[in-house]
Structures are given as C-alpha cells and as structure tokens.
C-alpha cells in the first residue's frame, strides 16, 4: 500500500491550506473528504455571503474563497480523496497509521485533523414523503446553480442559509418561493429585504410543506398555513431543504485523543495526545481558541512546521520560507 508522509482529514479551507503548505515543503500528501466537494463550511454553509476578515482579501465571496484556496491546494499536487469519511485508526508496528473510510485504507507516516464542525449531517425533513425525491428534485446538498435554471424552486428554512440559497438560486430560477414555519427569519434582515423586493421570489411564512408528489421525480408539494390552516398544491421541480447541518465527530472520538466539547484538544505545535498526530481548524481546541479561518490557517502552518520536523528530525525548525523555494510561476 502506498505510503503518505501526512494524510490530511476534511477539505475545509484549513485542510486545503494545509494540503497546499504540506505538498510544497515536499511532503507527501494526501487529503481525506468525506463531502463530495472541497470548501468545507465555505461551500456548504455559506457560498454566497462575503467574507472579510481573511488577509489580503478585502472582501470575498465564501466560495470564492474555497476555490481559490482548491486551485492553490491543487498546484501542487496532493492525492485528493472525496466521498470517504474516515471512521477507524489503527497503529502499525513502525509507529505509522492505517486509516479506514468505508471503502478504502489509508497508510499515513502522520495524521493531520482538519475536520472542523465534522462531517455534516443535513437536518431532515419530517415528511416521510419527502425521503423518495432525496436527489431527484429535493436536495439537502445544493447542487450547481445552473440546475435550477428556469425552474420553478421552492426553499424551506428560516435560517441564513435558507435566506442565501433563496437570493442566489433566483438569479437562475423562474421562480422561488422560501417557504418558513415561523413568522421571523433568524437570518440578515438586510437578506430578507433582498428577498422582499426580487421580482421572482415569494415568501411564505407561517407555512409548513405537508407532502412531497411526483413520478419518479418531484413535480408538486402541498403547503399548509398554520394559521388558517389552508392548503395549497405548488407545481414544484426542485426544491432545497436548507434546515442546518448536525456536526458530527463521529468515530474520531473513539480514537483515544484528548477531547473537550466536541473538539481535540490540543498543545503546543498542534500536536494531540497522540504521536504523529495534529489538529488545526475549527476542531482544534485549546486555551483563548479563536474559531476563525485565519486562526485556522497559522494553526496548520504551525502544524505542518513541526509535521515535518517528526518526519525528518534534520529539518527540525520550522518551515523555510516559501519565498526561497524555486517554483514555476
Ligand atoms: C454562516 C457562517 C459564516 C462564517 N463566516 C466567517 C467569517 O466571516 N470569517 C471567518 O474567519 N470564519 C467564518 N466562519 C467560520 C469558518 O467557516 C470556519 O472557522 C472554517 O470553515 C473552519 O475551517 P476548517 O477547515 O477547520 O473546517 P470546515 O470548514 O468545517 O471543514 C472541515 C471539512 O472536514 C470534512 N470532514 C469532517 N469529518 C471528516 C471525516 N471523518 N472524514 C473526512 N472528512 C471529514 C467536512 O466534510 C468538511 O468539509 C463562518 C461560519 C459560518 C457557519
């Protein structure tokens, strides 16, 4: 089985910066991720919302962000794993790692965990009607916005991904229609005002959906007024159920790390309780942790600064500066 020299868990912007540094300083690098795209929370949470407060970016769009950092990740090569969701661990007699996803083993010389929020389970909808149109017309998972070019849309949630996923599939839709069961949004109002005055966006509030129908894919759903109590049948081809994401460590905590609220805890270099084993991101935890992208970002320096000191103790001292290295522009 072939070796790596780091093997990086999630894609996350932390993970992909990592991947980037790692694959530079001439390690061998592979990156795990369980989503089917890279960008972790900057993909799936929030495409569409600027982000501010990353260095040299005065203001960008999160998925912007997240290709920029895959394109910079990508140039250098790194083995790119996706639809794998590292599970078990296993210590090999030399001190190395086998990790397990649910189709394939992993050799790793070291472990670096980026695996942020962990891997996001989308909150579900109620209706058992629903399950049956799950990827034919009814997606947890946004997919490209071309999909829903001229169609008839419908998003359920109340939240700000619900309210982002409305603004920007109605630049492509024929119509949307941002069903919620309350009476308030608990995203920006700045959004919800957005929203208010788009030409092709309807919003329902105090509505619930009661039924999903169609052959084979959706084509209608069934509203319901809480208050009134009123139904109505909505001739529907795509609907975005954007109700959250359930963080899940998943079997990561059985792994024998030091954990703290749902995180890693770690200490100094990023190092955890166990040999050849880091934590950056989002899921690393220590005293004064500040959860930010750019916090993320020196972690996994520092991270991969010490990575390879342990894989060669010749180049204990941190990493050099890139600036020195010769690379093809
Ligand atoms: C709405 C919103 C707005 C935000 N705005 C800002 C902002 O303006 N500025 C800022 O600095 N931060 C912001 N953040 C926070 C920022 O997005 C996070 O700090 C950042 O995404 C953390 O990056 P990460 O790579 O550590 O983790 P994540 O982005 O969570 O990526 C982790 C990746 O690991 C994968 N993964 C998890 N478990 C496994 C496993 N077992 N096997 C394989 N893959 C796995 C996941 O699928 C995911 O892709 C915001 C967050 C939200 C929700």
């Known amino acids: 089985m072939e070796r790596f020299d780091v093997t990086i868990i999630g894609g996350g912007p932390v993970g992909l910066f990592g991947a980037a540094l790692a694959s530079l300083h001439g390690m061998k690098t592979k990156v795990i991720e369980s989503l089917p795209q890279l960008g972790g929370q900057l993909y799936t949470l929030y495409p569409e919302k600027y982000v501010y407060d990353v260095a040299g970016f005065p203001a960008i769009l999160a998925k912007d962000l997240a290709s920029q950092l895959i394109d910079q990740a990508l140039r250098y090569h790194p083995t790119i794993c996706l639809n794998q969701t590292v599970n078990r661990l296993e210590t090999l007699a030399d001190g190395a790692y086998q990790l397990y996803t649910e189709n394939e083993t992993h050799e790793t010389r070291t472990i670096l965990i980026t695996s942020g929020l962990g891997s996001f389970t989308p909150r579900k909808l109620p209706q058992p009607s629903a399950e049956a149109f799950v990827e034919h017309g009814l997606y947890y998972f946004v997919p490209p916005l071309a999909h829903f070019q001229d169609k008839r849309v419908l998003v359920i949630g109340g939240g700000d991904s619900a309210l982002d996923w409305t603004l920007a599939i109605a630049d492509t839709a024929a119509q949307v229609v941002l069903v919620h069961r309350r009476g308030e949004f608990r995203g920006q109002?700045?959004?919800?005002?957005?929203?208010?005055?788009?030409?092709?966006?309807?919003?329902?509030?105090?509505?619930?959906?009661?039924?999903?129908?169609?052959?084979?894919?959706?084509?209608?759903?069934?509203?319901?007024?809480?208050?009134?109590?009123?139904?109505?049948?909505?001739?529907?081809?795509?609907?975005?159920?954007?109700?959250?994401?359930?963080?899940?460590?998943?079997?990561?905590?059985?792994?024998?790390?030091?954990?703290?609220?749902?995180?890693?805890?770690?200490?100094?270099?990023?190092?955890?309780?166990?040999?050849?084993?880091?934590?950056?991101?989002?899921?690393?935890?220590?005293?004064?942790?500040?959860?930010?992208?750019?916090?993320?970002?020196?972690?996994?320096?520092?991270?991969?600064?010490?990575?390879?000191?342990?894989?060669?103790?010749?180049?204990?001292g941190g990493l050099p500066h890139s600036s020195n290295i010769k690379i093809h522009v």
């Not at 700045?190 to 619930?208: C, D, G, K, M, Y």
């Not at 995180?263 to 942790?289: L, N, Q």
């Open 189 to 316: 109002q700045s959004t919800v005002n957005q929203l208010q005055a788009h030409p092709r966006v309807t919003i329902r509030t105090f509505t619930e959906c009661l039924e999903f129908r169609g052959q084979g894919t959706l084509e209608e759903v069934v509203l319901v007024d809480r208050q009134t109590h009123a139904e109505e049948t909505l001739a529907t081809e795509a609907a975005v159920a954007a109700l959250g994401f359930l963080p899940d460590l998943g079997r990561l905590k059985e792994w024998g790390l030091t954990l703290q609220a749902g995180s890693i805890v770690v200490e100094g270099p990023m190092r955890t309780s166990r040999p050849g084993i880091y934590a950056a991101g989002d899921i690393a935890a220590y005293e004064g942790k500040e959860k930010l992208i750019a916090t993320g970002f020196g972690e996994v320096g520092n991270a991969l600064g010490h990575i390879r000191g342990y894989l060669d103790p010749t180049k204990r």
